[in-house]
């Protein structure tokens, strides 16, 4: 069994690290090169980050940003917002990322999947996923829709077809962030995660609501989510890395205890 990887995540907004509820409200929270340093020596599995207004302001990604966080770390990092092509995705994996990934852009054009994982290795492709609870209807049989630009346009599209279609194409791992639980720090959304996990053949990492360690062993265990990602409990000092996975671990999960 592969260990579950507990991944940061910074939301980057004008250069800064920045946290909202529900993608509203944001304030700030920090400089992302220091806090993903920071993060490396806890002994964190990843690294995100987002430019959360890029695609929203048509723009591209803070490529500076990216370039000096990676000079930083030394695990993998992978960096979305505002990556809409092919060159796009090699800037930035030339500027140190690992992984790209594509949300907004993938929805409107599906086919980016498909040219990245081709041009780079499926590997290197993440879907980023922003899922709004809609309830069932016969254009959305799962009750599940996608939202773009930061959860502002709803797609008509159903996040479980998608997710299948995404891995169709290429994706080589799903980011499934619920907005209704998104900085609640009240629990990840067990539902969605587990339908998304159970239907692909690729990893799917949870994203939004964690507040406590027990909502990440929930979402690793009934959510069956291969990876956890979080924000508002390590970013507001409430724990620390090393206590999460000495928590998990202790439970049974299998981590990385890298200290």
Known sequence: MLSKRIIPCLDVRAGRTTKGIKFKDNIDIGDPVEMARYYYEEGTDEIVFYDITASSDKRD????????????IFIPFSVGGGIRTVEDMRAVLLAGAEKVSVNTAAVQNPKIVSEGAKAFGSQCIVLGMDV??????????SGYEMVIHGGRTYMGIDALWWAKE?????AGEICLNSIDADGTQEGYELTLTRLISEAVNIPVI?????????HLYDVLTKGKADAALIASMVHYGYYRIKDIKSYLSEKGVKVRLNW
Not at 166 to 170: H, I, K, Q, W
């Open 166 to 170: 995404a891995e169709n194409l290429g």
């Open 132 to 141: 709004k609870k809609v309830g069932e209807s016969a254009k959305i049989p």
């Open 61 to 72: 990604i803070m490529i500076d940003v990216v370039r000096r966080v990676a000079e930083e």
């Open 206 to 214: 949870a994203s939004g609501g964690a507040g406590k360690p027990e």
